[in-house]
């Protein structure tokens, strides 16, 4: 067998959720029912949601639980919670992107903490995952702010392009209820299932050999950091009740230190 076609099992891996989703009075009341589950998460920041009230009581539960934080980032469309395309320029990306970090980084250290990372959310998400353009000017908006901070990103090869085309350090995301190509990438045309047990082998399958199961009933190798749990979905808090029974999700900064041989 050579040597590029042998497997090392996955020791460690992040599990991540988005919080803050809430606005005023439309209040999200499960919102923290997956932190317990999650090593990092991503908080709102007032765009597509996340008041300051709801960032504020979110950044201080992360401290109480020791979560690694990161700011979730949208279009600016709370009517629409960040589903909707909006057309922008590089200027537009870039002010949105500082805007919004801008505004989380400010809780952080009010609490003593930092920003580590960055995840697009809905709409901003795709469009980073399918548009090579956006995808640079927000890699680039990110950089602006903080070179050190993680860009997380749907796997695939704009995510791939992103992190050589501008050195940012980037954490390939998976999730366990989407459906995905031959490619390796998601399958946008087809909805999110509900199936725990098949979201739980998935899990275990990308862990002991970094396969993903695809639409073209077969599987596909997948380089990945971090799993999302969208806490939208009913079953997502089972699944990660399960999840941490199989694996102890680690961060994704204290994983790369870890394989470098720094921890």
């Not at 995808?135 to 903080?146: D, P, R």
């Not at 050589?164 to 999110?192: H, M, R």
Request: charge should be negative; charged fraction near 25%.
């Amino acid at each position: 067998m050579s040597e590029q076609n042998i497997t090392i099992p996955k020791k460690s891996i992040d599990f991540n959720c988005d919080l803050a989703q809430s606005f005023g009075v439309y209040k999200n009341e499960t919102d923290l029912d997956l932190l317990d589950y999650m090593s990092s998460v991503n908080i709102s920041c007032g765009f597509h949601s996340g008041d300051p009230l709801t960032m504020k009581k979110v950044i201080q539960y992360c401290k109480n639980k020791n979560k690694v934080i990161g700011a979730h980032i949208g279009f600016p469309d709370i009517q629409g919670f960040g589903y909707r395309n909006i057309e922008m320029d590089d200027e537009e990306i870039e002010a949105v992107v500082l805007y919004q970090l801008g505004a989380l980084a400010s809780f952080a250290k009010a609490y003593g903490l930092e920003i580590e990372h960055v995840r697009a959310h809905g709409a901003m998400y795709r469009q980073a995952a399918e548009n090579i353009t956006f995808a640079l000017a927000l890699a680039k908006a990110v950089q602006k702010f903080s070179k050190w901070l993680v860009y997380y990103g749907a796997a695939g090869a704009v995510l791939d392009r992103i992190e050589a085309d501008t050195n940012i350090c980037v954490a390939k995301e998976l999730q366990l209820d989407k459906v995905y190509k031959f490619s390796g990438e998601i399958d946008y045309a087809q909805p999110a299932f509900v199936d725990t047990d098949k979201s739980l082998n998935r899990l275990k399958r990308l862990l002991e050999s970094s396969e993903i199961d695809n639409s073209n009933d077969g599987f596909t190798k997948v380089e990945f950091d971090t799993i999302h749990f969208n806490n939208s979905a009913i079953n997502s808090l089972e699944i990660a009740q399960e999840a941490v029974k199989i694996i102890s999700p680690k961060p994704v900064n204290y994983n790369k230190a870890e394989t470098s041989g720094w921890v």
